[in-house]
Nanobody, 121 residues
Framework: QVQLVESGGGLVQPGGSLRLSCAASGSIGSINAMGWYRQAPGKQRERVATITTGGSTNYADSVKGRFTISEDNAKNTVYLQMNSLKPEDTAVYYC???????????????WGQGTQVTVAS
């Protein structure tokens, strides 16, 4: 099986910073891409940032210039550096990975359980 475990969430004041980490483990053949999504209470989940194994990145307009996604392919880990945090960034942040399992040709999406980020004065 494949597991994604997020860490690094917490409570921070507006303007502060946090770094989220997500490590994939288990039965992994290869990872094509990883990313971060978030969901605020009562709202729909939205894409925050994604990165391919080759290093191509995409960001939501709301976080562009403030957040930076990076990866350590050897560790199957993706990071999200969040700077200049705003109250509207408050949400549960979920890690996503597009993973090919051993002895299989196709890639599937896997999700972590989420880590809470709260930005408040």
């Amino acid at each position: 099986q494949v597991q994604l475990v997020e860490s690094g969430g917490g409570l921070v004041q507006p303007g502060g910073s946090l770094r989220l980490s997500c490590a994939a483990s288990g039965s992994i053949g290869s990872i094509n891409a990883m990313g971060w999504y978030r969901q605020a209470p009562g709202k729909q989940r939205e894409r925050v940032a994604t990165i391919t194994t080759g290093g191509s990145t995409n960001y939501a307009d709301s976080v562009k210039g403030r957040f930076t996604i990076s990866e350590d392919n050897a560790k199957n880990t993706v990071y999200l550096q969040m700077n200049s945090l705003k109250p509207e960034d408050t949400a549960v942040y979920y890690c996503n990975a597009h993973i090919r399992r051993p002895m299989r040709w196709n890639y599937d999406d896997y999700w972590g359980q989420g880590t809470q980020v709260t930005v408040a004065s």
